[in-house]
């Protein structure tokens, strides 16, 4: 148990729907980052908080945004969902603002788009 | 070009035998490097990693990094049945995201 709690496990949703995952990092952990794996793409990275504020940006689409709250929790939005959403949506934490900080992975949230 | 670039087999071994699993990369700016291994169905877990250029040693696990040809490799010795998970190659740099590659599905059969 890596300590990253990420709800739901899974979610079934239509196209043009939107949807909330939510991630609860590791105790003490103040960066927060957002991954989507999809199986022609690999682990993609969307997008990173720290202590609240983003951090980084990967390849996230417009149609995404996330943000980390006070109590460091982090959420990620998808909205005007398409069939090529369909992926697993991993949460990560480190105790790190940056450099070198291993990753703690959830076990990820599986979004089915119909 | 992809950051890092990773062969996603999928690689069947017998178990005992000696696996090379291997990732290039292009950022000149990543500083340190992560194996990852995920099981099915589950998020991935760090397993080795190595900052800079060098040599790893972790059990029967062996990474190594070659900044000059941008080449990352590990070695599991002694494959077991265990060992059979998707692994992950990452590069990471200032930012402190981690770019993965695609991963390399192995198998290791009894």
């Known amino acids: 148990d890596s300590g990253v709690t990420q709800t739901p496990k899974h979610l079934i949703t239509a196209t043009g729907q939107r949807v909330t995952l939510r991630c609860s990092p590791r105790?003490?952990?103040?960066?927060v980052y957002w991954y989507q794996q999809s199986l022609d793409q690999g682990l993609q990275f969307l997008i990173q908080?720290?202590?609240?504020?983003?951090?980084a940006k990967g390849n996230i689409l417009e149609r995404f945004s996330a943000q980390q709250f006070p109590d460091l929790h982090s959420e990620l939005n998808l909205s005007s969902l398409e069939l090529g959403d369909s992926a697993l949506y991993f949460c990560?934490?480190?105790?790190?603002?940056?450099?070198?900080?291993?990753?703690?992975f959830g076990e990820g949230s599986r979004l089915t788009v119909l | 070009q992809k950051e890092v670039e990773q062969d996603p087999g999928p690689l069947s071994v017998p178990e005992g035998a000696i696996v090379s699993l291997n990732c290039t990369y292009s950022?000149?700016?990543?500083?340190?490097f992560m194996w990852y291994r995920q099981y099915s169905r589950k998020g991935p877990e760090l397993l080795m990693y190595?900052?800079?250029?060098g040599n790893k040693e972790d059990g029967r696990f062996t990474a190594q990094v070659d900044k000059s040809s941008k080449y990352i490799s590990l070695f599991i010795r002694d494959s077991q049945p265990s060992d059979s998970a998707t692994y992950l190659c990452?590069?990471?740099?200032?930012?402190?995201?981690?770019?993965f590659g695609k991963g390399t599905k192995l198998s290791v059969k009894p």
């Open positions: 190595t900052y800079s250029s």
């Open positions: 908080y720290y202590n609240g504020e983003e951090r």
């Open positions: 950022n000149s700016a990543f500083q340190y």
């Open positions: 105790s003490g952990d103040l960066s």
């Open positions: 990452a590069g990471g740099g200032s930012q402190g995201n981690l770019i």
């Open positions: 990560a934490s480190s105790g790190l603002a940056g450099v070198g900080g291993e990753l703690f």
